[in-house]
T-cell receptor, first 113, second 113 residues
């Protein structure tokens, strides 16, 4: 069936290091992907998105890479800060008339000062 | 200004009761959603409405009944609450639905005793 999963459920990094959070998806028809950040006690917050006609997109301190050949998505956070500590979710939309986002399991990122 | 708001933030109730959660968005979006997040942080869509019409119903028990009085509001009514309904419920909205970013509310933490 369709699924989105994460390789690493937890990731611990030192402040100032770069972080990489990975996500695998199984629906080759998915054409839109989003990364969300969820801080404790809050709702998921949009970070960055990418469409399937791209393989890289950059934001402020964040970069999303899409490899459609192996159905892999990653989120890179540069110079990780304590405020980046949160659960990160990838989500996919399979396009067409389907309004549904399918979320991955989430990765807990902990930034050590 | 809060883009997507939910009330109440916390809801503690007895098994068998009926309760409602309200959601409002001031983003002018056409599509609204309800998600359930379990204790393991897994986010799963329950319902989606586009311009007050139901477009996604993800095999949710019929004790759950969404209602959309207008496209800025999507409420969730739950009958005969069960212990397993304890979770965080998130409302979200998006502009068009397919391939568009969804913006989440702060969540309603439901505890059924």
């Amino acid at each position: 069936g369709e699924s989105v999963g994460l390789h690493l459920p937890t990731l611990s990094v030192q402040e100032g290091d770069n972080s990489i959070i990975n996500c695998a998806y199984s629906n080759s028809a998915s054409d839109y992907f989003i990364w969300y950040k969820q801080e404790s006690g809050k709702g998921p917050q949009f970070i960055i998105d990418i469409r399937s006609n791209m393989d890289k997109r950059q934001g402020q301190r964040v970069t999303v890479l899409l490899n459609k050949t192996v159905k892999h998505l990653s989120l890179q956070i540069a110079a990780t800060q304590p405020g980046d500590s949160a659960v990160y979710f990838c989500a996919e939309n399979s396009g067409g008339s389907n309004y549904k986002l399918t979320f991955g399991k989430g990765t807990l990122l902990t930034v050590n000062p | 200004d809060t883009a997507v708001s939910q009330t109440p933030k916390y809801l503690v109730t007895q098994m068998g009761n009926d309760k409602s959660i309200k959601c409002e968005q001031n983003l002018g979006h056409d599509t609204m959603y309800w998600y359930k997040q379990d204790s393991k942080k897994f986010l799963k869509i329950m319902f989606s409405y586009n311009n007050k019409e139901l477009i996604i119903n993800e095999t949710v028990p019929n004790r759950f009944s969404p209602k959309s009085p207008d496209k800025a509001h999507l409420n969730l009514h739950i009958n005969s609450l069960e212990l397993g309904d304890s979770a965080v419920y998130f409302c979200a909205s998006s502009q068009a639905g397919t391939g568009e970013t969804q913006y989440f509310g702060p969540g309603t933490r439901l505890l059924v005793l």
